[in-house]
């Protein structure tokens, strides 16, 4: 299939990326154009009320939201030069060797608007286990895991916006939907346009691409999620267990809410169930956290640990009123 344009999102300030991102594409016989991303630091009050739903403007963090508003300019963009086909890509991309022979042998359906060259839990089979409660709340389309042909099938779900293609038309949609209307992860939310039967969005059935950050994560907390680094939650290793377990859903004052904060809520209810004084729960996530607080990353342990005291003593004070 012809390609017309390859779009880049890139931070100013990440020249590097920006370089090795370029090199990877030219390799293949492409000329990117670099797309400087909305930087999740600038955003102001007028942003949030021009581009962003009530609900996102409360609960994502400023980098989905900055995200989000970096892959409209793409298609913003792409639609500007008249471009008929384009390649949307952030700037951790790796690329296959073959990728532009693959690319070529491409026949997507006249209805596409969406071909995902690079995704997680978009097997054909459906996903793994680590994404069937997801795949609940977000829903899947009618026809999911119809083969279009040996290359394209239809998804179940399809995440992760590291290197995708989108139509023309799929570009028009998308500015459509999204205007004024960012509400979620930029994946996410084009996952429920796509469940919805808004978009029609395709993934090859053999990826062409992955993604650095998904598979090297290390951030807080970072005992834990080093001890998993070598444990992935996608067949074809391209998202590691803690960048799963990190990825937040929503922001509430600046900290993450994802499968850890989650996980530390219970075991701070547990140990109140189970009479364990909070002194020694203390001790011990304050062990567990001593790596981030040697990293400076007091933020997120200390509304952690605050969190954890609320749960520890709602659940106190329940029990004494039984």
């Not at 997801?134 to 394209?152: E, F, M, Q, T, W």
């Not at 028009?172 to 996410?188: Q, S, T, Y």
């Not at 444990?231 to 850890?260: A, C, H, R």
């Amino acid at each position: 299939m012809k390609i017309d344009g390859v779009y880049v999102i890139n931070l100013e300030k990440n020249n590097d990326s920006w370089e090795r991102t370029r090199k990877t594409f030219e390799t293949n016989g492409f000329k990117p154009n670099r797309i400087l991303a909305v930087d999740g630091n600038t955003l102001s009050e007028e942003f949030y009320k021009n581009n962003c739903t009530l609900k996102c403007s409360t609960l994502c963090s400023n980098k989905m939201i900055a995200i989000a508003a970096s892959h409209i300019k793409c298609w913003a963009e792409m639609l500007n030069r008249g471009d008929k086909a384009a390649i949307i890509a952030e700037d951790d991309v790796v690329l296959v060797t073959d990728f532009k022979k693959k690319l070529e042998k491409l026949q997507p359906p006249t209805d596409w608007d969406v071909l995902f060259l690079g995704c997680f839990a978009c097997d054909s089979a459906g996903p793994s286990l680590y994404f069937q409660a997801y795949n609940l709340y977000l829903g899947k389309p009618i026809d999911a895991g119809r083969k279009i042909n040996n290359n394209i099938h239809v998804p179940h779900m399809a995440l992760g916006t590291h290197c995708y293609l989108v139509s023309e038309k799929g570009a028009k949609r998308l500015l459509e939907l999204f205007n004024g209307n960012i509400d979620d992860h930029v994946d996410v939310q084009m996952q429920k346009y796509f469940s919805n039967g808004k978009l029609k969005n395709y993934s090859i059935s053999s990826l062409i691409s992955s993604q650095t950050s998904s598979k090297n994560f290390s951030g807080f907390p970072r005992l834990f999620n080093n001890a998993l680094k070598g444990i992935f939650v996608t067949s074809d290793k391209g998202m590691s267990l803690p960048f799963y377990l990190s990825t937040p859903g929503i922001e509430i004052f600046g900290f993450p809410v994802n499968v850890w904060s989650g996980l530390f809520v219970i075991a701070a209810i547990l140990c109140s169930f189970f009479k364990v004084e909070f002194n020694i729960l203390l001790q011990v996530t304050v062990l567990i956290f001593l790596p981030d607080i040697l990293k400076l990353d007091v933020k997120n342990v200390c509304i952690m640990l605050f969190v954890m005291y609320v749960s520890y003593t709602l659940c106190e004070n329940a029990r004494a009123a039984v």
